[in-house]
Nanobody
């Protein structure tokens, strides 16, 4: 049984930075789109960033463009989310997600696609 395990969450001051990691095991990592979602208190879950199998293309929600950077290391089966210039509205549970993309088509990794594999989440708290 494969799994996705996030880490790196914590409490950071406004304006600070944080790097989240997601280690994937039990799946052929290079055949999956990867994405990060978040869900704040009382809010719906939203997709914030996604990345194609090889990492050649990334996608971002408008609300995080310029501050969030998604990347992956296929040798380590790990996807990352670098968060800079943290704002209060970034406080949320952050989830790593994956969807199969055996044909390696970039459009299949878009933010509006259905992601089927999920981690348990890592909490990000922002203090002023």
């Amino acid at each position: 049984q494969g799994q996705l395990v996030e880490s790196g969450g914590g409490s950071v001051q406004t304006g600070g930075s944080l790097r989240l990691s997601c280690l994937v095991s039990g799946y052929k990592f290079t055949e999956y789109c990867m994405a990060w979602f978040r869900q704040g208190p009382g809010l719906e879950r939203e997709a914030v960033a996604s990345i194609t199998n090889s990492g050649r293309k990334t996608n971002y929600a408008d609300s995080v463009k310029g501050r969030f950077t998604i990347s992956r290391d296929n040798a380590k089966n790990t996807v990352y989310l670098e968060i800079d210039s943290l704002k209060g509205e970034d406080a949320a549970m952050y989830y790593c997600a994956a969807r199969p993309n055996v044909v390696d088509q970039d459009w299949l990794c878009d933010l509006d696609r259905t992601y089927t594999l999920w981690g348990q989440g890592t909490q990000v708290t922002v203090s002023s």
